[in-house]
């Protein structure tokens, strides 16, 4: 039995607080958080108890910590956990500014303890599907891929101010998935980005709509949008390959369709990424679990979590500059 510590009890840790409790390898020995009810709460909720962060990370009977605190402290608490011999699994992303990350992911190295990074979107079945479709040249070879990635709403003007910007923040789960499909890191990356939503997001330097092309050396394309508000919700991947096409489209809340003569309409995509993703984060966890088990390496590391965010860094430039960004100058 793999005993987790669960660090941060806000709105993601409550999702993985019920993976680790469904999967039979795992147990949640303690939850931490810096808001006592909270930490409380979830405590109560999963039958666990509340202890501080260095309790827990202490603490040699606890196997593994799950990090989904606060985006600014991943760093430091994956060098603690792993210098404290535990495994980790630690939310996106690993830090916002991309030197300390690097950081991090040198100093973990040192403990040889494994860290992946919760990039879940790798194990939607669906895009997980496409994936192997892909793998086993069911398509031929990749040429173009495009993803279309839409949250509903903004979150608050506050949680903008310290996100990181969209690309850090949003976009970056969109980066791994490019890297996980594609197989590689593209060379250049080309952002455009626009305040359309809040004008609230751009008075915090931020966008709420974003598109970012990638090209790879081989010539190969990737394209990405976001945007804050598709208030009917909207995730989607499409590769085109050089024998066909694979896509991916939304999950819709029921597979009703209704035809009429005033015409067809069907159910609306499921809206938020908690809902959209949640048999992603169960499908994660099992991963994280399975791989502590086999004792090899993590399906998605550290140095992935690094290679996101420094496309994510690059875009940022780019947006800023109006220039194509070389990944090799960030
Ligand atoms: N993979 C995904 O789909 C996904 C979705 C949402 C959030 N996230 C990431 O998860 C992280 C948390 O996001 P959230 O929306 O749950 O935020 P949140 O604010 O709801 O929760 C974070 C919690 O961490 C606590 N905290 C901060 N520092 C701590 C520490 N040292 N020890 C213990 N608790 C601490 C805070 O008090 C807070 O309650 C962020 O990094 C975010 O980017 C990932």
């Known amino acids: 039995m793999i005993k987790v510590g669960l660090l941060g009890a806000g709105r993601i840790a409550g999702v993985h607080a019920t993976a680790i409790t469904s999967n039979p390898a795992s147990c949640l020995a303690a939850v931490s958080d810096f808001i006592p009810e909270q930490a409380a709460k979830l405590a109560e909720q999963y039958g666990s108890v509340v202890r501080t962060t260095e309790d827990i990370i202490a603490d040699d009977s606890i196997d593994a910590v799950l990090i989904a605190t606060s985006t ?73 891929l495009a993803i279309t990635s839409y949250d509903p709403a903004p979150p608050p003007i506050a949680y903008i101010k ?62 990405i949008r976001n945007t804050r508000r598709a208030g009917y919700g909207d995730q989607r991947v499409e590769l085109q390959g050089s024998e066909g096409m694979l896509q991916v489209g939304n999950l819709t809340e029921n597979l009703l369709v209704k035809s009429t003569t005033q015409g067809v309409s069907s159910a609306k995509p499921v809206l938020f990424f908690l809902e959209r993703y949640m048999p992603a984060y169960a499908a994660e966890w099992n991963a994280f679990v399975s791989a502590i088990q086999a004792g090899g390496e993590m399906p998605v590391t550290l140095a992935d979590g690094v290679a996101a965010l420094a496309m994510a860094e690059a875009a940022t430039r780019s947006a800023k500059l109006g220039l194509p960004v070389s990944l090799a100058d960030v």
Do not use: W
């Open 72 to 144: 600014d402290t991943h760093s430091d608490l994956i060098e603690a956990a792993t210098a404290a011999g535990k495994a980790v699994l630690c939310e996106k992303p690993v830090d916002l500014s991309l030197e300390r990350a690097r950081a991090c992911q040198a100093n973990a190295a040192i403990s040889g303890k494994p860290v992946m990074i919760g990039f879940n979107r790798r194990f939607d079945p669906n895009f997980a599907a496409l994936k192997r479709a892909l793998d086993a040249g069911e398509v031929g070879k990749a040429e173009m």
């Open 162 to 223: 310290v996100s990181g910007g969209i690309f850090r923040d949003m976009m970056i789960h969109d980066f791994d998935m490019a890297n996980f499909i594609m197989g590689d890191a593209p060379v250049h990356v080309s952002a455009v980005g626009s305040c359309l939503v809040n004008p609230a997001i751009g008075d915090a330097g931020d966008y709420d709509t974003a598109a970012v092309t990638l090209t790879y050396a081989d010539g190969r394309i990737a394209t």
